[in-house]
């Protein structure tokens, strides 16, 4: 696959890099590009990192680093049981814990829920760190949701972490993570605080709590590039009102 001209390799982390020195010069360079470009594809364009993933795979499977690039490539296209193969693979080379959270999820994936629950419940989650640690309790409060079991994921949820007013980079998913669980179980008026709680931590913009937010105060937003939007909006100036506007319908700031 292509490699764009500014992608050189050095973009990849330390450790990687120090991974990487086990291979001749060229093939760690050409490894290390592959990287890159997994790590920029992978949110928006989750099959051609899973493509990046594939050659890295081809050209070094020995190399941690690139088992676990893999695993999550397969992760973000949905092949969890090639995800849960590399983790695993990446695990067992390194013997770090910090997949533990990520296979768990996997295990949803593939429909056992059970089963990630019961990796909640293993002593490996004791040696990760306090962000692997709110990672699991997520796993753990989605496989219930899955198993409907909406009460005990909210309770699930409820952690030293989530009361703490200090803003972690977790805090923003963990806060959303709660008020979606509250949603579920019909606590609307406490969900739409905990939507506004993570908002508030969400400086990266990594959830969708504004929409959320909206969701619940009814408000509508018109999408700019679509046509149909864009007709409702020229009848309604026609009538004389902004598009979106209801006889009796509150505007946003009222309530």
């Known amino acids: 696959?292509?490699?764009?001209?500014?992608?050189?390799?050095?973009?990849?982390?330390?450790?990687?890099?120090?991974?990487?020195?086990?291979?001749?010069?060229?093939?760690?360079?050409?490894?290390?590009?592959n990287l890159v470009m997994v790590a920029r594809l992978l949110?928006?364009?989750?099959?051609d990192a899973y493509g990046y993933a594939k050659v890295a795979l081809r050209l070094a499977s020995r190399v941690p680093a690139v088992r676990e690039a893999m695993g999550f490539a397969a992760y973000g296209s949905q092949r969890y049981a090639e995800a849960l193969t590399e983790f695993r693979a990446a695990r067992r080379m390194t013997g770090s814990q910090h997949l533990w959270p990520v296979m768990a999820d996997c295990e949803r994936g593939l429909g056992r829920p059970e089963k990630a629950l019961a990796m909640a419940g293993e002593p490996e989650v004791q040696r990760l760190?306090?962000?692997?640690?709110?990672?699991?309790?997520?796993?753990?409060?989605g496989a219930r949701r899955d198993m409907g079991q909406l009460d005990a994921a909210v309770v699930t949820l409820q952690s030293s972490e989530l009361a703490s007013g200090s803003v972690q980079p977790?805090?923003?998913?963990?806060?959303y993570a709660y008020a979606d669980a509250l949603l579920a179980v019909g606590r609307e008026a406490e969900a739409r605080e905990w939507f506004g709680k993570a908002?508030?931590?969400?400086?990266?913009?990594?959830?969708?709590?504004?929409?959320?937010l909206a969701e619940l105060d009814g408000i509508e937003f018109l999408d700019?590039?679509?046509?149909?939007?864009?007709?409702?909006?020229?009848?309604?100036?026609?009538?004389?009102g902004p598009a979106g506007e209801r006889d009796g319908a509150e505007g946003p700031g009222e309530r």
């Open 224 to 240: 700019a590039f679509d046509p149909e939007a864009a007709d409702a909006e020229t009848e309604a100036d026609d009538a004389g």
């Open 170 to 175: 977790w805090s923003a998913r963990l806060r």
């Open 43 to 47: 949110d928006e364009e989750p099959e």
């Open 1 to 33: 696959m292509p490699i764009p001209e500014d992608v050189t390799g050095e973009e990849v982390d330390k450790d990687v890099r120090q991974e990487l020195m086990s291979l001749p010069k060229t093939l760690a360079e050409d490894v290390a590009k």
């Open 199 to 212: 908002l508030e931590a969400d400086q990266q913009g990594t959830t969708d709590a504004s929409d959320r």
């Open 129 to 141: 760190d306090k962000a692997g640690q709110v990672e699991m309790r997520l796993v753990a409060a």
